[in-house]
């Protein structure tokens, strides 16, 4: 069964109220990123953990500028993850 037009622009806008943003992203990485905190705001806290832990040992520090570039895709997976789940719920109604 497809969605309507309807559906899709319901999914869409609670995407964008929903949703992770990616400047937040990197607000967080930026000044808390010692801390994580932007991998636990895209919802990767086991991720988040190892770099915390990681950087007694100086890896983090690389991991950390790494996430500069990874944070778009990472933003873009978690809210294709709730545009699936807005979507498999309209479509079990």
Same mark, same amino acid.
């Given at each position: 069964?497809?969605?309507?037009?309807?559906? +899709? #622009?319901?999914?869409?806008?609670?995407?964008?109220?929903?949703?992770?943003?990616? $400047? @937040?992203?990197?607000? %967080?990485?930026?000044?808390?990123?010692?801390?994580?905190?932007?991998?636990?705001?895209?919802?990767?806290?086991?991720?988040?953990? +190892? #770099?915390?832990?990681?950087?007694?040992?100086?890896?983090?520090?690389?991991?950390? $500028? @790494?996430?500069?570039? %990874?944070?778009?895709?990472?933003?873009?997976?978690?809210?294709?993850?709730?545009?699936?789940?807005?979507?498999?719920?309209?479509?079990?109604?």
């Amino acid at each position: 069964m497809s969605l309507t037009t309807d559906e +899709l #622009q319901l999914i869409e806008s609670r995407v964008g109220n929903d949703g992770k943003n990616i $400047v @937040v992203a990197y607000v %967080l990485w930026l000044f808390l990123g010692v801390f994580s905190a932007h991998r636990f705001y895209l919802g990767k806290p086991v991720s988040a953990i +190892l #770099q915390i832990l990681s950087y007694f040992i100086l890896i983090g520090f690389i991991w950390w $500028v @790494v996430d500069f570039f %990874l944070i778009p895709g990472m933003v873009r997976g978690k809210n294709d993850e709730l545009r699936w789940r807005l979507a498999d719920s309209l479509r079990r109604r």
